[in-house]
C-alpha cells in the first residue's frame, strides 16, 4: 500500500501545475468590448486545468463586477495603484515558484510584454489574450506562445 502511494505521489509531481489566467481588468473590461467572464475562463480551457485564475482591478472597480467574478470562480485582486505592476509581479512570481506551466495574460497592454517573454524563456507555455480585434496588442501577441482573440 505505502509503495503505491509513494507512486501515486511520484506521478502526481510530474503532472503539469496547470494554466495561470491573469486578467488586467482595467484594460479588458472596458466599453468598446463586450467582454465576458466566462469568455475568460472559456479561452484558456484548451490549455489545460486552471491552477490561478485572477482578476486584477483598481479601486473605482464596482461591487457588482467583484462579485461577478468571485461567483465565477476568479481570485480579485484590488491595487490602490497601478494594475498592471502588481499583476506584472504576480505572473512573474509564478514562473519562478514553478506554480504554472502556462501563462496567460488577457490586456492589451505591452507593459506585460517582458512577462510573457520572461515565461517563454523559462520554458513556461504562453498565452496572450485580446479583448477584441480593436484591441489587440501586436507586441503581447508576437511575445506569445498562442494568440487568442475574444470575439467582439
Known sequence: MLESVREWVSADQSRPSGVGLFVDGPNVFREEFDVDLDDLRTAVSDQGRTAIRRLYLDEHAT?????????RGFEVVITSGDVDVKLAVDAT????????????????DTDFKPVLEYAGA?????????????????????AADTALTLED
Not at 123 to 142: K, M, W
Open 63 to 71: 461591487p457588482g463586477l467583484i462579485q461577478a467574478a468571485e461567483a
Open 122 to 142: 523559462k520554458g513556461v507555455e504562453t498565452v496572450a489574450i485580446a479583448p477584441g480585434s480593436y484591441g489587440r496588442s501586436d507586441a503581447l501577441q508576437n
Open 93 to 108: 512570481a509564478s514562473v519562478v515558484e514553478d506554480q504554472i506551466d502556462v501563462l496567460a495574460i488577457a490586456s492589451r
